[in-house]
């Protein structure tokens, strides 16, 4: 648990954590890499600040494992909104060594 | 406690139903009321952690009073009154809610104020009607409405807890709650409801999409 003000990011993702494990139950069974994607926004939440390195690599998974955050075709508004969400966060995690938390 | 209830059994929280969604979010309501007592503590000696207090507020106004008691007064218990008319339990916890709404204003007019000692008595109260309300529903309430509820009505009152979440309130203003009730729990030592498989399962369990309206897709 960080003791100074959590970086904008941290925030974003709060709430990305359940939105992302709804995504992996309810669409998980056909597209598999939801799962995943699960844990590794659930990993990303309750990561360690300052973890540089392991931010930016799990900021990249988080790319790869949505298709560059496109959404597949005829999904529905909770991936989408998911994938928005994510872009989001990953455009504002820092690269490695520059994260000031 | 024993109860002439105890014979029927606990809310299957492994199964999505009209009840253990309910029960899930009892889980979370449990976890604001713990770090809730926290600040009370704090209060009560003359610390009011403000901003805190706040965000509690914020999560008990929306997540529990008007999602999850509205979940319960406009879907649940009209459709059980509906089997039995005059059916007194649920009137007994429409009474409650009043009284913790009537806390809930106490609260913020405390926090508005900056009355540590009166918010931390309204804290205290709204903590212990809460937690035995809770209570009463898991044990009493819910194991009785388990068994009068067959599996079309089931499927009905889910659907129509999917219109509040989803459709009145939004995907969004539900899980920001329950990121306000993390961090809170984060601050005051409290584990987080979500970190139970089970009752991650239930919070996450009916997307706005209907593609999850039966029982838990695993
Ligand atoms: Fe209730
Ligand atoms: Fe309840």
């Not at chain 1, 075709?73 to 994260?99: K, N, T, W």
């Amino acid at each position: 648990m960080t003791t100074t003000a959590s970086p904008v990011w941290r925030d974003q993702l709060a709430p990305l954590r359940y939105l992302a494990a709804k995504v992996a139950r309810v669409h998980g069974g056909s597209h598999p890499a939801m799962a995943t994607l699960a844990e590794v926004v659930a990993t990303l939440a309750d990561s360690q600040a300052g973890d540089h390195a392991a931010h930016a690599a799990l900021g990249r998974r988080l790319g790869e494992l949505t298709g560059g955050f496109r959404p597949w075709s005829g999904a529905c508004a909770s991936v989408h909104q998911l994938f928005l969400g994510l872009a989001a966060v990953a455009a504002a995690l820092p690269a490695a060594g520059a994260e000031q938390a | 406690m024993p109860s002439c209830h105890d014979h029927l059994p606990p809310v299957d929280c492994d199964r999505v139903s009209a009840v253990s969604i309910l029960s899930g979010e009892h889980r979370v309501i449990l976890q604001v009321l713990a770090a809730l007592e926290a600040m009370a503590v704090r209060s009560a000696a003359g610390d009011l952690p403000a901003a805190d207090a706040r965000d509690a507020l914020e999560v008990l106004r929306t997540f529990a009073d008007k999602c999850h008691h509205g979940k319960e007064e406009d879907i649940l218990f009209p459709a059980l009154e509906a089997q039995v008319p005059g059916f007194g339990p649920t009137q007994v916890m429409r009474a409650e809610h009043v009284e913790g709404r009537a806390l809930i204003r106490a609260m913020g007019e405390a926090l508005a104020a900056g009355g540590a000692a009166t918010f931390a008595d309204a804290a205290r109260g709204y903590v212990d009607l809460l937690r035995a309300h809770i209570g009463k529903e898991d044990d009493i309430l819910f194991r009785i409405a388990q068994e009068m509820l067959g599996p079309e009505q089931d499927a009905a009152i889910l659907d129509a807890y999917r219109r509040i979440e989803h459709d009145d309130m939004g995907d969004g203003t539900h899980f920001r709650m329950l990121a306000i009730a993390d961090r809170l729990a984060g601050t005051y030592g409290v584990a987080r409801a979500s970190d139970d498989a089970q009752t991650m399962a239930l919070l996450t369990a009916v997307c706005g999409c209907r593609h999850g309206a039966n029982p838990i897709h695993a």
